[in-house]
């Protein structure tokens, strides 16, 4: 297995256009979780799903972001109308377990124009 | 409220010294520790924990240290190297299905 892979690595948008990423988790992992990172920050936590289930979102989280795991296994995340506060990376995290470390993906660079 | 503190946002060492990066945190109630290291555009990678009822887990070159009474965890890298010079996060959760809480990350330079 080759980890988590996240898809695409960078995106540049218009503000106000609608964007998709996609998170590819490790195999049999049932926790994925997305993360933001901006500039001089850690990540911070937006969302997580056990299987296809939504478990918890962040108030980061506003009514312009979605997240999706559908069949339990890849999930996207989706942003609409991008505003230029929204430029950041985008991490996604698998982890088999509460108790298991999380491990993260290369990330998904966002740049809105 | 930044609940995971890292007061330092960067640190040089020499190459064969000893890296400590330090890290407090404020809520009493977190129970699991980690530290990642991230490289630029890449996500942040694994490198050791510690459980609230140790206080001291050690992997290699890398050993991380808890103080509960004080709050506080630091990361010990000897023989520090070149490669890693990086971006560490310390990283605390609540225990069961409840998020990473980081803090803001200290660049570590290590140099030849």
């Known amino acids: 297995d080759t980890g988590v892979s996240q898809d695409p690595r960078h995106k540049i948008t218009k503000r106000g256009q609608n964007v998709t990423f996609r998170c590819d988790p490790i195999?049999?992992?049932?926790?994925l979780y997305w993360y933001r990172q901006t500039l001089g920050q850690g990540p911070e936590f937006l969302t997580y799903?056990?299987?296809?289930?939504?478990?918890?979102k962040s108030r980061l989280l506003s009514d312009r972001f979605s997240a999706e795991r559908p069949k339990g296994s890849f999930s996207t995340l989706e942003i609409q109308r991008t505003e230029q506060g929204d430029s950041a990376m985008y991490l996604c995290?698998?982890?088999?377990?509460?108790?298991?470390?999380?491990?993260f993906g290369p990330g998904t660079r966002l740049t809105v124009l | 409220d930044q609940q995971v503190k890292q007061n330092s946002p960067s640190l040089s060492v020499q190459e064969g010294r000893i890296s400590i990066l330090n890290c407090d945190y404020t809520?009493?109630?977190?129970?699991?520790f980690l530290w990642y290291k991230k490289y630029p555009a890449e996500g942040p990678t694994f490198l050791i924990s510690?459980?609230?009822?140790?206080d001291k887990n050690e992997d290699g070159r890398f050993t991380v240290f808890l103080n509960k009474s004080a709050k506080h965890l630091s990361l010990h890298i000897v023989p520090s190297q070149p490669g890693d010079s990086a971006v560490y996060f310390c990283?605390?959760?609540?225990?069961?299905?409840?998020?990473?809480?980081f803090g803001k990350g200290t660049r570590l330079s290590v140099i030849a």
């Open positions: 510690i459980s609230s009822i140790k």
């Open positions: 995290a698998s982890t088999l377990s509460p108790l298991d470390t999380q491990y």
């Open positions: 990283a605390a959760k609540l225990g069961g299905n409840t998020p990473l809480v």
């Open positions: 195999s049999e992992h049932n926790r």
């Open positions: 799903f056990q299987n296809e289930a939504q478990l918890e």
């Open positions: 809520n009493s109630m977190f129970d699991y």
